[in-house]
């Protein structure tokens, strides 16, 4: 692999603006190239001109030369060789202070100074020399302002391991004052000298005493009386009592209390050690960059820059400095020693995770799974075809009960192979969506394993739609009916054990976090909302027809006559009418409380322009729904009219703030400055699918319910299958919107809720 392409699949997506522009260099030395080319290249007429190949006697000119005194390794003999290189000597680099206006102060930029521009192509090559001037100061700059932070963080943290060792010692033990001196935190060296609060960690024991008793602020119960602590877990019952201001900021010394309190800092120590990891292999790719792209200016122009201008990076802070590696041992100590009981392995393996290897058995069960759905769609249209079940009488009967209840897993299928595309692209263009959506590290599925699952509940539906089909058509066991007609309920039941398994199966990881998500989902918003909880409830505004289905299985199996197919229990009761809108209402209302519940906490406008746009979607969805109903030229009107508001509003919000196009005046014109898809025409292509696909309600208000060669249920099984596949792009481009938005903002790492808040004139002594 080449360096550039290495160099880019080492970066941290969201620092990517911030690395050397390695592409941009290297035009820049392919244009220098293209100019030595030309001048190489003589014109025909001047062939008799060339310098004639050496003679014989300079060939022995040379050889005698290998007969001369060795002049030595370490240049004893003279300074020939300075005077040589004063001679080829191309740059001059220098250090020079230059005002920052951001910032209002002084800071240290480096310039190259080229002493060859009067020479053909020399201007090239000083254009060359700017760009990587620009290039290593933004390196520099950013690196600074980074390292600053992280250690403005680590003497954060040092006080919050204050206030956590002070109440272990309050809890387990309140009267071991001495013990407080061996429990200390040895974090940060809290000097008063003003430079950076950081010492190497020696290996002998005796250096580590001397250093602790002589440098480091020992932790006191004193702390307690300054500090509140936020170790409450956010549950609907202590958000209820933070409405109602019951719940108290003070500690109460308990267990729960520090238990939650080291969770909370374990998790910020993790976070914090993997920003000083990235930090670290910023500043060494950097480095390697920029001695590659030098080696490959002197491989091109025949000089001798690299040297010096590799000196004057050897010599600035991005390699000189030490902070970055002295954190990263004094955070691994602390961390193996306070929340790992001193077992470096584990506390390693927690703070440096192993990098997720792919399986070649996944691969090899996608095409498995993916080759028998196949095998079993073909075996289903014979099947049918056998039976002429189109023409049959039963086909409405069939239609209107066994199609609904597969047809669910259909939709669940459909959704998972969006989601399975969804990811492949992600991680094809670099959108780091395991960090957008928090999976703990290594526990995000590929589109492999997402593949797998979607292929290996194909397989199990259209197994069951199959057997079901055979139990009919076979004399033995058609009169069964009761067990066939129980395959679909088995189904969902293995699908639900399968989902709230226990066992560590099936990725329970992921299973886990998509049932804390949903859960949140269920008790908005007595949750602080999160990206993962809003993009799963937006997941459910385009199922509302799995969940229509799901409503017909209870009433199905619970109060239907399921043993010989008869529904009309179901379809002719008021009250599964009426709870037939409340199950499509149920996703808009859920993203309604939750643009509520952002409002209310960072009181942002858009929060409520958007809980807007979901209310006006659950009117037009109510209005459709008792059109279809009831009938009826007056709610025809108003379906019609409610339904086109709900549209035009969704869809401007779909493009303008979820997807951030339509920019006029941006770099790529209607679209947004930064792009990640290489190719403009795919973004336009996206939104007229999302708008034409947005328009599938037309469908209901039309009276377009019914084909002659289709049911009614099947043409609404393909406008809720387009809806899927509509969020599915929708999901794609708000990712890539969110990815965005974090690269502009260089977020990198999850900012974790400390568990001590410190009083502010406390916390500056």
Not at 116 to 126: A, K, V
Not at 540 to 548: C, H, K, P
Not at 669 to 691: C, E, G, Q
Request: aromatic share 12%; charged share 20%; net charge positive.
């Amino acid at each position: 692999m080449k360096f550039g392409k290495e160099f880019a699949s080492q970066m941290v997506p969201e620092w990517r603006e911030a690395y050397m522009n390695y592409n941009y260099l290297k035009t820049l030395l392919k244009q220098i190239l293209i100019f030595h080319r030309r001048q190489t290249r003589l014109p025909e007429n001047h062939v008799n001109s060339l310098p004639a190949p050496p003679s014989k006697a300079t060939s022995l000119k040379r050889r005698v030369s290998l007969f001369r005194a060795f002049s030595g390794l370490t240049s004893r003999y003279g300074n020939n060789s300075l005077k040589e290189d004063k001679e080829d000597e191309v740059i001059l680099v220098s250090a020079m202070q230059q005002a920052d206006e951001e910032q209002g102060e002084d800071v240290q930029s480096y310039q190259t100074v080229f002493l060859r521009s009067s020479e053909e192509g020399g201007d090239l090559e000083l254009v060359f020399f700017r760009g990587l001037d620009h290039e290593f100061n933004k390196v520099i700059q950013f690196y600074k302002s980074k390292v600053e932070e992280v250690v403005k963080q680590a003497d954060e943290l040092s006080q919050q391991m204050d206030a956590l060792i002070a109440l272990r010692i309050k809890v387990t033990n309140p009267t071991a004052a001495a013990a407080v001196a061996a429990a200390m935190s040895p974090f940060i060296n809290r000097t008063n000298t003003g430079s950076i609060p950081l010492e190497v960690i020696h290996e002998d024991q005796q250096q580590k005493r001397t250093e602790v008793a002589k440098g480091y602020q020992m932790a006191s119960l004193e702390v307690l009386n300054h500090v509140k602590v936020n170790v409450a877990p956010e549950t609907p019952i202590t958000t209820m009592k933070n409405v109602f201001k019951s719940l108290s900021p003070n500690l109460h010394f308990n267990k729960s209390e520090v238990k939650v309190a080291e969770e909370k800092l374990k998790q910020a120590f993790i976070e914090f050690h993997e920003k000083l990891r990235f930090l670290k292999n910023y500043a060494f790719l950097n480095q390697l960059a920029f001695s590659k792209i030098m080696k490959k200016y002197d491989k091109i122009t025949s000089r001798n820059a690299s040297d010096a201008y590799m000196k004057m990076v050897e010599e600035s802070y991005l390699s000189q400095s030490d902070e970055v590696s002295k954190l990263i041992e004094r955070v691994e100590a602390v961390f193996i020693k306070h929340f790992c009981n001193g077992n470096r392995h584990q506390g390693m393996d927690t703070l440096r995770p192993k990098a997720k290897r792919d399986k070649h058995r996944i691969t090899f069960f996608v095409g498995c799974f993916f080759g028998l759905s196949l095998a079993l769609t073909v075996a289903i249209i014979v099947s049918v075809h056998a039976r002429d079940l189109l023409k049959s009488q039963g086909r409405t009967q069939y239609m209107n009960t066994i199609f609904p209840l597969y047809s669910m897993f259909g939709f669940l299928v459909l959704h998972i192979l969006m989601y399975g595309g969804n990811v492949y692209f992600w991680a094809r263009y670099r959108v780091n969506y395991s960090f957008i959506f928090g999976f703990k590290p290594n526990t995000e599925l590929g589109f492999k394993e997402v593949l797998l699952l979607g292929f290996g509940l194909s397989v199990l539906t259209l197994a069951a739609v199959l057997s079901n089909l055979q139990m009919e058509l076979d004399p033995q066991t058609k009169s069964y009916k009761t067990f066939t007609e129980l395959l679909p309920l088995a189904l969902v039941i293995v699908v639900i054990l399968i989902t709230i398994c226990p066992f560590d199966i099936f990725y329970r990881a992921n299973r886990f976090f998509l049932l804390v998500c949903l859960w949140h989902c269920i008790c908005a918003p007595l949750y602080a909302v999160t990206l993962p909880d809003f993009f799963l409830a937006d997941q459910f505004t385009s199922q509302v027809q799995l969940l229509r289905n799901l409503q017909f299985y209870v009433c199905y199996y619970g109060w239907g006559d399921f043993k010989h197919r008869n529904a009309e229990t179901c379809n002719n009761s008021t009250v599964y009418d009426v709870l037939f809108i409340v199950i499509a209402v149920i996703p808009y209302w859920i993203r309604l409380l939750q643009c509520i519940r952002r409002w209310n906490d960072g009181r942002d406008s858009t929060q409520a322009l958007n809980g807007l746009k979901y209310f006006s979607t659950i009117v037009a969805l109510v209005t459709r729904t008792i059109y279809s109903q009831k009938g009826g030229i007056a709610f025809k009107v108003i379906s019609a009219s409610t339904s086109g508001f709900a549209t035009i509003f969704s869809t401007y919000w779909d493009l303008v703030m979820d997807w951030g196009l339509l920019s006029r005046n941006s770099e790529n014109p209607w679209l947004r400055d930064k792009l990640i898809l290489p190719s403009r025409s795919i973004y336009f292509i996206a939104m007229v699918l999302n708008v034409i696909l947005r328009l599938a309600w037309m469908q209901t208000v039309m009276d377009f319910r019914e084909l002659p060669f289709l049911h009614k249920n099947a043409l609404t099984a393909i406008f809720a299958s387009l809806e899927i596949i509509r969020r599915g792009i929708w999901n794609f481009f708000r990712l890539e919107n969110e990815h965005l938005n974090n690269v502009g903002k260089f977020r990198a790492v999850k900012s974790v809720p400390l568990p001590f808040s410190y009083e502010d004139g406390y916390k500056n002594l």
